[in-house]
């Protein structure tokens, strides 16, 4: 089992910037990548931002070059730092883990970031 804690969300206002983190515990050994989705009122889930165990990166078009997926191994921690927020980056952002080569898929709690005009 692996618990993602998220935090870092709140309320910014647009050019601003926020750092979510995601502070991971239990079977972390497990983990293969870690990412950040997000969810606005009455959309599906969608991807941001994802990092590999090795470090690779990838990302939405609609946040490349405005965020940055980082990631602290001794902290079990993963970070997303993201800069010249807009209104439309406003969700509820998700921190997700795929462990088990893909068997196994966690996700937190979720963290609000509100973006206003």
């Known amino acids: 089992q692996v618990q993602l804690v998220e935090s870092g969300g709140g309320l910014v206002q647009a050019g601003g910037s926020l750092r979510l983190s995601c502070a991971g515990s239990?079977?972390?050994?497990?983990?293969?990548?870690m990412g950040w989705y997000r969810q606005a009122p009455g959309k599906q889930r969608e991807l941001v931002a994802t990092?590999?165990?090795?470090?690779?990166?990838n990302y939405a078009d609609s946040v490349k070059g405005r965020f940055t997926i980082s990631g602290d191994n001794a902290k079990n921690t993963v970070y997303l730092q993201m800069n010249s927020l807009k209104p439309e980056d406003t969700a509820v952002y998700y921190c997700?883990?795929?462990?088990?080569?893909?068997?196994?898929?966690?996700w937190g709690q979720g963290t609000q970031v509100t973006v206003s005009s």
């Open positions: 239990g079977s972390i050994f497990m983990i293969n990548a």
């Open positions: 997700n883990a795929i462990a088990g080569r893909g068997a196994y898929v966690y």
């Open positions: 990092i590999t165990s090795g470090g690779s990166t």
